[in-house]
């Protein structure tokens, strides 16, 4: 159990995300016009020490973007992201290597997520060689301990990623994540790729570290399964917007916005043929007075716009959501 | 009581060997598959479970070959059959969609005449004849503006379009059965929802059996009144889905549902660790390999 | 699986070695000086123990010149292709993962290069240079680099979205870094079969030019002057064109092999583990 479930104010958050827009252009035809996408539209987010944040949506609503922003391979087009009070982009942003040690992140595919040239112990032993770890014995050392760190063993360094298979791969992605000692690890999907009876041997272990090491995540995820079981907060995503977001608890059992309800409806559930008790929701809040849930959900998103003016509004203690006023 | 659509009995499949016994990727795989019925085959990947339904279509890529068997429909043994007779079948009585649905779409060709095509190979239409009724199977798979979509080509088409395209040419000549792989593990949950159900209205109305597979219990659970669970190549349990997901009875189906972290757990259960499945069972203990199974129309 | 890998290598391996051995040691493989033994008493010999390969129509033995030819051949074509691949290997790299306007001065180069035969591009580079072994080299290594460049850039646009080089960079790998140790290894194979194949190329470009009387001048050997030198007689005095021919053959199937070779030893892929 973590503890960070009260977050207290007083705390520096690990990660804080302000008002992130990214905007791409994409190349229409030869005659078409070049058109702006709007992937990502002012998300706020804030991660606190020891805590996992998952940011849940569907393919194409900014999560991952979003992630891509935070670790510096996509330039934002405004807003600010600082982790451990630092600047990622912009004037007194780090160099690359401060950056690389405050920041890492985990891979979906456990296929490409490995250079396939090069052995185990030279991926993880080249990063620390970057960051000034001159001793080749001790980043022997270090090494041998992060592979032990995520099951595996030292013996394995020698060996080249097609050796591996996709459960160990990945293991080996979270050690690469881990080797400069970072604070704050982005997952993207990190389970997704994953067989069940895997899939859980690598959520064991990533609570396991968070606890051992004090880790702080910031998850993105499609799965809801995956997202109650391991975040303390979690941030609904649709079309470039933080549409709700609040405590694990607050959004999985009293969802508002009609997008979150949707998605928590149609995900596939055992528990619903088994009669378990959290087989129906309760009745969908009304949204404050005076306001609607924004944006609707009837239609596909419009990604080629800016959205349409919206605020988030608090509906409960730990919970928020968006609504457009009128 | 009609017997079963398709019986499957003793399913072999692996790579044959010359210098010893041949190296088995299915073993003695048997169920059947009631008319109408929507059976469900789970399991991880490398259980066999995609080999055997390329099986029955006779789709396998050497060397993976079919040992041993039988896969009977209607008096036929699909196992034994010419590849003639089979490619007749095929598209026809017995269709098939797949997870990726770009890599079954011809990328140069409408998605109108891909679907008239199959009015014209099995039933004769002529093309003239086939098109309004590829527009009709559009429309049937509520594909919106079905006329001007059947002009377009599958790049045009959003992943969850494309799979109700696939749906349409499979269902277009109300085979007997429709083999579903991971069907819709390539889409959001919101279109998976959408797809599932369609296969079940159009298999409902239609009479068409499906065999499911997938990797997913919840798709499974939604879907299915029969379970088949695999696992290192046989078949494990074989129940009813409501009885195998309330009291399931082998290791591996025991194991596979505590790993699986359910939606609505924490609340009751808290942040506990998942139960790590190899850890449960040994895969190669003698007891493992004792399949569970129960006859069909047990008392839940 | 291991098989066929091995014997690429070794049949490579040893085509190649023994053309180079040829070439360094032709002074002990032969007692004939391959430009100042010319008798034309003896000229238009067919093969006989005194001279392995023949004479050619100024009575210079064949054999003796096809193994000082391998000297002036071997040197072209492997430095040639060596700067030639540099070039691609570089331009392409680069422009794959940089991208923007540096991608568009690289790929509208490449196709100029393509665009222009690069036999007429090394002919207007001997011309301005005039005829020698150096203006040869530059001739050659300047005009051949587009299809490595091309097969270069295409390979690393489709891997820098690859996992392993995200988190590359995230880890804080320069650029330079990026492409030399996650990207480079990576498109080893395909480019060491091109340059194998340029290898090749360039060993025949040198004939063309060297018969334009723009690259070795005659009587020094090469294996492209001594062809043009016996095209004439080809009918009356065949070993004259069939031995340094077959020196070509064999060179261009020995690079050959030996790059398909190297890129499967490359591959830990293709490694069985004991």
């Not at chain 1, 979906?108 to 396939?116: G, I």
């Not at chain 2, 409501?242 to 009291?247: G, N």
């Not at chain 3, 794959?96 to 036999?119: C, E, H, K, Q, R």
């Not at chain 3, 880890?171 to 140790?181: S, W």
Request: glycine share 10%; aromatic share 6%.
């Amino acid at each position: 159990m973590s503890a960070a479930t009260l977050p207290s104010p007083a705390s520096e958050p690990i990660l804080s995300v302000k008002d992130l827009h990214v905007r791409f252009p994409v190349a229409g035809g030869l005659l078409r016009r070049r058109r702006i996408v709007h992937a990502v539209n002012g998300v706020d987010l804030a991660v606190q020490p020891g805590q996992c944040v998952s940011l849940v949506g569907e393919s194409g609503c900014g999560k991952s973007t979003t992630a891509l922003a935070i670790m510096g391979l996509q330039a934002p087009s405004s807003g600010a992201i600082t982790v451990e009070g630092r600047p990622v982009y912009g004037p007194g942003a780090p160099d690359r290597l401060a950056r690389a040690r405050l920041a890492q992140i985990v891979f979906q595919d456990p296929f490409s997520t490995l250079n396939p040239r090069e052995t185990i112990g030279r991926a993880l032993s080249q990063p620390l060689m970057l960051h000034g770890v001159k001793d080749r014995a001790e980043r022997a050392d270090r090494v041998a301990t992060s592979l032990r760190q995520v099951g595996l063993l030292p013996d394995h360094a020698t060996r080249y990623p097609h050796e591996f298979s996709g459960g160990q791969r990945q293991r080996i992605g979270i050690a690469r994540a881990m080797i400069l000692g970072p604070r704050l690890i982005v997952l993207d999907e990190p389970v997704s790729a994953l067989d069940v009876s895997i899939r859980a041997q690598i959520i064991n272990l990533l609570m396991d570290l968070q606890q051992d090491l004090g880790l702080s995540y910031l998850m993105i995820s499609h799965d809801l399964g995956v997202v109650e079981h391991v975040s303390d907060r979690v941030a609904v995503m649709f079309a470039g917007q933080i549409v709700e977001e609040g405590g694990w608890r607050e959004v999985f059992t009293a969802p508002a916005h009609p997008y979150t309800r949707r998605l928590i409806e149609t995900i596939p559930n055992p528990a619903r043929l088994t009669g378990g008790a959290q087989e129906i929701l309760p009745p969908a809040p009304e949204p404050p007075s005076g306001t609607r849930f924004w944006p609707p959900i009837g239609q596909r998103p419009e990604i080629s716009r800016p959205p349409e003016p919206s605020t988030f509004m608090n509906i409960g203690k730990d919970h928020r959501v968006r609504v457009r006023v009128g | 009581m009609s017997g079963p659509l398709l019986d499957i009995r003793g399913l072999t499949i692996g790579i044959p060997n010359r210098n010893g016994p041949p190296l088995q990727i299915v073993r003695d795989l048997s169920f059947d598959i009631m008319p109408g019925e929507i059976f469900g085959l789970v399991g991880e990947s490398g259980s066999g479970k995609s080999a055997s339904a390329l099986a029955l279509m006779g789709l396998n890529r050497r060397p993976l070959t079919t040992l041993e068997g039988q896969a009977l429909y209607g008096g036929q043994d699909l196992l034994a059959m010419s590849r003639r007779s089979m490619r007749k079948l095929r598209g026809d009585r017995i269709s098939m969609i797949f997870q990726e649905p770009m890599t079954a779409l011809n990328p140069l060709a409408r998605i109108g005449s891909q679907i008239a095509e199959m009015f014209v190979l099995h039933r004769g239409l002529s093309w003239s004849d086939a098109r309004p009724k590829a527009v009709e199977a559009l429309a049937a798979v509520q594909v919106p503006d079905p006329k001007g979509r059947a002009r377009a080509y599958p790049h045009q088409l959003s992943g969850g379009l494309r799979q109700r395209v696939m749906i349409a040419m499979a269902m277009a000549c109300r085979p007997d059965l429709l083999i579903a792989d991971e069907p819709t593990t390539a889409l959001d949950v919101t279109v998976q929802a959408e797809v599932l159900r369609l296969i079940r209205e159009l298999c409902e109305r239609e009479g068409t059996a499906v065999l499911l597979i997938s990797h997913d219990l919840g798709v499974i659970a939604q879907m299915c009144q029969r379970v088949g669970v695999m696992a290192n190549g046989r078949l494990r349990e074989l129940r009813d889905a409501k009885a195998l997901f309330t009291d399931p009875r082998h290791p591996y189906t025991q194991g596979l549902l505590a790993a699986l972290p359910r939606l609505g757990s924490r609340a009751t259960e808290g942040r506990h660790r998942l139960a790590d499945l190899d850890m449960a069972i040994d895969r190669d203990a003698p007891g493992f390999s004792e399949t569970y199974l129960r006859p069909r129309g047990e008392a839940a | 699986m291991r098989m066929p890998f091995r014997l690429n290598l070794t049949l490579g391996l040893a085509l190649v070695s023994l053309v180079i051995l040829g070439a360094v040691f032709a002074p002990l493989l032969t007692a004939h000086d391959p430009i100042l033994d010319a008798d034309l008493m003896n000229s238009e010999m067919p093969p006989s123990w005194d001279h392995w390969f023949g004479t050619d129509s100024q009575g210079r033995d064949v054999f003796s010149r096809v193994l000082y030819g391998a000297r002036v051949s071997l040197t072209i074509g492997i430095v040639a292709q060596a700067i030639n691949s540099t070039i691609g290997i570089a331009l392409g790299l680069s422009a794959g993962y940089w991208g923007g306007w540096w991608d568009d001065v690289v790929n509208g180069l490449t196709n100029l290069m393509l665009a222009i035969p690069s036999l007429v591009f090394a002919l207007a580079i001997m011309a301005v240079l005039g005829p020698g072994v150096v203006s040869l080299l530059i001739a050659l290594g300047l005009t051949n680099w587009s299809w490595s460049c091309r097969i270069t850039r295409s390979a690393v646009m489709s891997l820098k979205t690859q996992g392993y080089v995200q988190a590359a960079r995230t880890l804080g790998y320069g650029d330079i870094r990026i492409m030399l140790t996650q990207l480079l290894p990576n498109i080893v194979g395909p480019v060491l079969v091109m340059a194998t194949l340029g290898i090749g190329e360039a060993v025949l470009a040198e004939a063309a030019l060297s018969f334009l009387g723009l690259g070795i001048r005659p009587p020094a050997p090469s294996w492209g002057n001594m062809l043009t030198d016996a095209r004439e007689a080809i009918r009356s005095v065949p070993w004259a064109t069939i031995f340094p021919g077959l020196a070509v053959f064999v060179t261009v199937l020995g690079f050959n092999l030996l790059g398909d070779g190297v890129r499967d030893w490359l591959d830990p892929r293709m490694q069985v583990r004991a």
